[in-house]
């Protein structure tokens, strides 16, 4: 492989780099994009490349230049930013109803599509980085003994979405919560190893 100056600072020397990672080869290439809030992403497959993500690395503060896998990035289908998936944490987005990726900043512009793809559903909730607001705003109320749920890997984290549903038709007399209410379960806090919910209901008009 090329051995590379480690003394290169000045922009001059930082964009010939760039130009030789942006460059159609036969051997392996990189894809270098601009996102939206100027950061600049190197993608490509780096396994054999270690030596010169590291020396890239350097760029990180200086330059706004991050270097990742060509599966650790989705697009926003609204304003086309890069988000990383992987991470964590990884950055904000949620999937609308017709299955379009859709970045945290987006979402918030808009709740209402997001209400609606992930209300009445055990296997989705609203993310954390959401606005409880737009769901009272939108009719729903936090469950007085529904809340500060949690399912995670240490003892007592066994709270499920279908045993909380449960609990509240029990405390409210129901055969099933659709018959009166609409649902949607809310993230309040997470980590690696575990996720802190409520249960918002809204009742039928």
Request: with cysteine.
């Amino acid at each position: 492989m090329k051995k590379y100056n480690k003394t290169i600072t000045d922009d001059q020397q930082f964009k010939r780099l760039i130009a030789y990672l942006s460059a159609d080869r036969d051997e392996h290439r990189f894809d270098v994009v601009v996102n939206i809030d100027d950061q600049i992403l190197v993608i490509g497959d780096w396994n054999e490349y270690s030596d010169l993500g590291s020396f890239i690395n350097q760029f990180e503060n200086s330059h706004n230049i991050v270097i990742g896998f060509d599966d650790e990035f989705i697009m926003c289908d609204e304003c086309y930013k890069y988000l990383n998936h992987v991470s964590y944490p990884s950055d904000d987005f949620v999937w609308s109803s017709d299955c379009t990726i859709i970045c945290g900043e987006c979402a918030k512009k808009d709740s209402s599509d997001v209400i609606e793809n992930l209300m009445n559903q055990n296997d989705k909730a609203f993310p954390e980085f959401m606005d409880t607001t737009d769901l009272i705003n939108a009719g729903f109320k936090c469950c007085e003994h529904c809340e500060g749920k949690m399912a995670g890997m240490h003892t007592g984290m066994n709270d499920t979405p279908q045993n909380t549903i449960d609990s509240f038709c029990e405390n409210n007399d129901l055969d099933h919560i659709e018959n009166e209410y609409d649902y949607i379960f809310v993230i309040e806090g997470s980590n690696p190893f575990m996720v802190q919910y409520s249960l918002y209901v809204r009742k039928y008009e």
